[in-house]
């Protein structure tokens, strides 16, 4: 099928491609850093290519700063061979696969972050340092490690007991610093939330990542009693339980596996007839209580 109507929709591996939307090519393609959009998208025989995916028909912007054309001219001409310039580049009608494009403006998954920083003076030595968690509560240890460490070991084991020693300090941040002497004689550490939006297409990384770890975990609880794999040596068995290829194989199997997809196809229908059901009674009910609610209003 052909879609090339501005505003026509194409749903791939849970991200929404649309003729028209603003894209920017991924590190996995030629394109890579530069701005555009959707021009068609052409799935099945009407694809111009061999691959599996749908051939995604973009035009790019030529970029602007001096140091992109550069590396675009200096990357197109790595790829065929001889020395190309911006004119020589082809952007207005690029088949791409959908990994080697990110779609802007997009429906996004939001992710809470914590932003540890930390920052000194002391001695002479000057720092800064960053870590992001996804989870609050290692924040918040690794703040406590930090803090706890110069106290007994750092600048501040050298400055509490001093009468110009200054502290300001919430459940989240920690500053001590000598009075007068702030920009030579500080430390801090403070976790700072953060909302990250993540795309369709990263989400759908992790998601098939926790999916690959859950597989690879049910094989080795499937094999771990067996006595052909104890008579492997830990290094045999390491490698074994290590290899990349399980997740895949376990999916295609799947794949292959008609009972397992009948019940999973009669699941999904249980619970669609189920919530489709509550889902009537529910708005039924509400319209019959309206319906009574205006009569009672017109006596």
């Known amino acids: 099928m052909v879609y090339n109507v501005v505003g026509q929709e194409f749903i791939y591996e849970g991200v929404t491609y649309r003729v028209g939307a603003e894209v920017v090519g991924t590190a996995a ?5 530069l701005n555009g959009f959707i021009l068609e998208i052409r799935t099945d025989d009407d694809r111009e290519t061999e691959n599996e995916t749908p051939d995604i028909h973009c035009y790019f912007d030529p970029p602007c700063l001096p140091s992109d054309i550069e590396d675009v001219e200096r990357r ?12 020589d580049i082809t952007l207005d009608y690029v ?5 080697e494009i990110l779609v802007l403006k997009s429906p996004r998954k939001t ?17 800064h340092s960053t870590e992001v968690y996804a989870d609050y509560y290692e924040a918040k240890a690794k703040l406590n490690a930090k803090l706890e460490n110069e106290m007994k070991n750092g600048c501040l084991a050298d400055w509490m007991d001093s009468n110009e020693y200054q502290v300001d300090t919430d459940a989240d941040s920690y ?9 030579s004689s500080h430390y801090s550490v403070a976790i700072t939330k953060m909302s990250l939006l993540l795309p369709n297409s990263v989400y759908g990384t992790l998601g098939r990542e926790f999916i690959d770890l859950s597989r690879t975990e049910d094989f080795v609880n499937q094999i771990e009693g067996w006595d052909s794999v104890g008579a492997l040596t830990d290094e045999q068995y390491k490698a074994l339980i290590a290899d990349k290829s399980i997740p895949e194989r376990i999916h295609k199997a799947l794949g292959m596996n008609d009972g ?7 699941s999904v229908s249980e619970v669609a007839h189920t919530v489709v059901n509550e889902y ?8 019959a209580k309206s319906s009574d609610k ?3 209003g017109g006596d």
């Open 29 to 33: 393609s030629d394109y890579r850093g």
């Open 76 to 87: 197109f001409s790595a790829l065929y061979g001889t020395e190309k310039k911006l004119d």
């Open 95 to 99: 088949i791409m696969a959908p990994e």
């Open 111 to 127: 992710l809470e972050i914590y932003i540890l920083e930390e920052d000194w003076a002391a001695n002479d030595d000057y720092g």
């Open 175 to 183: 500053e001590g610093w000598l009075d007068g002497w702030h920009s």
């Open 260 to 266: 397992y997809w009948e019940s999973y196809w009669e």
């Open 280 to 287: 009537i009674a529910q708005n039924t009910h509400t319209e």
């Open 294 to 296: 205006k009569q009672v």
